[in-house]
């Protein structure tokens, strides 16, 4: 079994800095299910961890899904409330 670099997995702060958004945006974006146009992530306690590879699998994610809402979307609509 390969191991896991300890960079692998991500923090909410972490993977907002890596997706460059918001930690509020990526708690909108995380579900504990696999549903598409959502990042894979599990609770430790009372956070989150998103492992880097749940992320690039999101961000491949077919455009054209309708669950897919891209993270400028997200933004926008956050912003306008």
């Known amino acids: ?7 692998d997995i991500l923090t909410i702060g972490q993977a907002a800095q890596f997706l460059k958004v918001s930690n509020f945006t990526v708690y909108k ?3 504990n299910e ?10 430790v306690g009372r956070s989150w961890r998103v492992k880097r590879e749940e992320i690039d ?9 309708p669950y897919q809402m891209s993270i400028g979307q997200t933004e926008d609509k956050i912003k306008s409330g």
Do not use: T
């Open 34 to 43: 696999r549903v598409p146009g959502k990042i894979f992530a599990k609770k």
């Open 57 to 65: 699998k999101f961000l491949l994610e077919e455009k054209g899904s």
């Open 1 to 7: 079994m390969a191991e896991n670099s300890k960079d």
């Open 29 to 31: 974006l995380v579900s």
